[in-house]
């Protein structure tokens, strides 16, 4: 599909370096799917949905520093909603989640407990002011904090929260890799789910640059079954835009 | 049925991976030998390693696909261990090579070790490269000449329909030695986003590929087979098996599957056994409607 035109209609400032662009359209998602952003005549970028006409965003480059310089109004394309989202199960859940990969588990907390399913959420970030959708979360369930510095919660990472994983139905994460590579190395893989972060280039499965070895992320995934990613690329390389290998 | 030796390398089935599809990584291209082809091509690789364009670089568009990828690579340096692991696969793997001379090309071709190679003498949106190259037929016969003086396996050059006469490129490549051209790269194309006026593609225009390109693909594969020695290998919009036996008829001794593998990664499988049906329906062979077109 060609992109859409894409309105904002409101931007809600989450943290300093965060913020939601919500549009007059809605993409109609499965929690844990995502939009192709292109922020026109800078770059295209891969973003997961937060709401179902909003995407939650992380100050990090170009792409990202150009769309926090527009507002209500402004338009932008899209893309989407694209991949594969979360694979919702019933019973309790526990979902894992570090700084902004709070984003696409926060309609999931939604959708799962208006559903009667028991939700648990471990939620971390660097500070307190850095914690993203604590109150979504915390209307959902139960919520357990942890901050690098300490500032609420636990002083540590969001991985140390980690205990009595067998009373939890399912387990889904997202966060930043090393984080998620924690968690993976922490909890059974057959009942666990994880949203991958990968340069995405085409966004159809064609190209295969975000493959984690033969893996599509913007297509199989971005979210993948623990046991698929077992012995994979997953945690030790990802690719980056020439598609050397580096560390992650 | 479907097995058959192209430019001497044994295949069990003619339908090949095309370049620039999940061809990156050496799990991508595992994965594409696991799901049926016959050998693969992979991603062109370069002297350095290069970012390619800005976003967006490919988008779907009425009839197919419109891309500008910009030759993103590891470089050659870092592409071994991606070949290795490829053929793993247990197909031939084929490495897909872009240069800006024909020294670039030779350096190239002479450090990596492959089952064959494709010059890319024909991306029709990365400057200094592929297409501006593949028009010129003295360059053509210069960059295959200097290839096969430092490999010793085949050596496949890929043809950019954009020229006023596709025979006379194939011709330049067979005099400097090419054991096959392959044809068609994409065809030169844009489109403009009307909600504000922005060309779509990161780099303005680029390439088509997908069913749109399909009745051009076959019009170079006839020509390119009347007026050359050496084989052709066909690609360009092969959606189903239906398109790989058109092909096939219209003279490609080999045909090369991409853009389809978004919508159905098991195409291999899909046309193989589409294709075996048809040889027993019909009672025909693959070696009988090689070139079937040019002899009814």
Redesign the interface.
């Known amino acids: ?3 859409v ?1 894409a309105v904002i209609t409101e931007v809600v400032e989450e943290t300093p370096t965060i913020r939601t662009f919500f549009f007059e359209t809605s993409f109609d998602p499965e929690p844990g799917q995502f939009v ?1 952003a ?1 922020i ?6 891969p973003m997961a949905l937060s709401y179902d006409n909003a995407i939650t965003v992380q100050k990090v480059g170009s792409a990202t520093s150009a769309l926090f310089e527009l507002g209500n109004g402004d ?1 932008i ?1 899209i ?1 989407g909603p694209q991949g594969k989202g979360f694979d919702r199960k019933s019973g309790h859940i526990l979902l894992i989640a570090g700084g902004v990969g709070a984003a696409p588990l926060a309609p999931l907390a939604e959708k799962s407990s208006s559903e009667g399913i028991q939700v648990t959420t471990l939620l971390g970030a660097k500070t307190k002011e850095e914690l993203v959708f604590r109150k979504r979360f915390e209307k959902a369930g139960d919520v357990l904090i942890a901050t690098d510095d300490g500032s609420d919660g636990k002083q540590g990472y969001v991985t140390q929260l980690i205990e009595n994983n067998e009373i939890y139905s399912q387990i889904y994460c997202c966060g930043p890799e090393i984080m998620m590579k924690k968690v993976f190395d922490k909890v059974p893989l057959s009942k666990a789910q994880f949203s991958l972060h990968r340069y995405i ?9 975000c ?4 893996l ?1 992320v913007c ?1 199989d995934g971005p979210v993948f079954p623990g046991d698929v990613l077992k012995n ?2 997953f945690g030790f390389y990802k ?7 580096v560390k992650v | 049925m479907l097995s058959l030796k192209l430019t001497g390398i044994p295949l069990k089935n003619p339908l090949m991976l095309a370049a620039g599809i999940m061809g990156t990584t050496g799990g991508s291209l595992k994965r594409i030998a696991h799901a049926g082809a016959g050998a693969l091509v992979t991603k062109s690789i370069g002297l350095e390693p290069k970012s390619g364009h800005s976003n967006p670089s490919m988008v779907e568009v009425d009839c197919g696909y419109l891309n500008a990828m910009g030759l993103p690579n590891p470089s050659y340096k870092n592409f071994q261990h991606e070949i290795d692991t490829a053929k793993e696969g247990g197909v031939p793997v084929i490495a897909s090579i872009f240069g800006g001379c024909a020294f670039d090309f030779s350096q190239i071709s002479g450090a990596l070790h492959a089952d064959a190679f494709e010059l890319n003498v024909s991306c029709p949106h990365a400057h200094g490269y592929g297409a501006e190259i593949g028009t010129d037929p003295a360059l053509v016969e210069d960059i295959t000449c200097a290839v096969k003086n430092v490999v010793d396996v085949p050596v496949w050059v890929k043809l950019t329909p954009n020229v006023t006469n596709i025979k006379s490129i194939g011709l330049a490549a067979q005099r400097g030695g090419a054991d096959a051209v392959v044809a068609i790269n994409t065809v030169r194309a844009m489109a403009i986003d009307i909600e504000s006026g922005y060309p779509i593609l990161g780099n303005k225009f680029g390439g088509l590929s997908g069913r749109a390109i399909k009745p051009i693909a076959v019009k170079c594969i006839y020509d390119l087979y009347e007026a050359l020695d050496i084989p052709v290998i066909g690609v360009g919009g092969i959606s189903d098996w239906k398109d790989a036996i058109e092909f096939i008829m219209a003279g490609a001794q080999a045909i090369e599957i991409g853009s389809a593998i978004g919508n159905n990664i098991n195409i291999f499988k899909d046309i193989s056994s589409g294709m075996e049906a048809f040889f027993s329906e019909k009672e025909w062979t693959l070696e009988e409607i090689y070139g079937m077109a040019h002899k009814v």
């Open positions: 599909m060609k992109p035109n192709m292109w026109r005549g800078i770059d295209e970028i338009s394309g893309r280039k085409c966004g159809v499965g064609i190209c295969g640059a493959c984690v070895d033969g599509r297509l994979t690329e690719r980056n835009e020439c598609g050397e290998r």
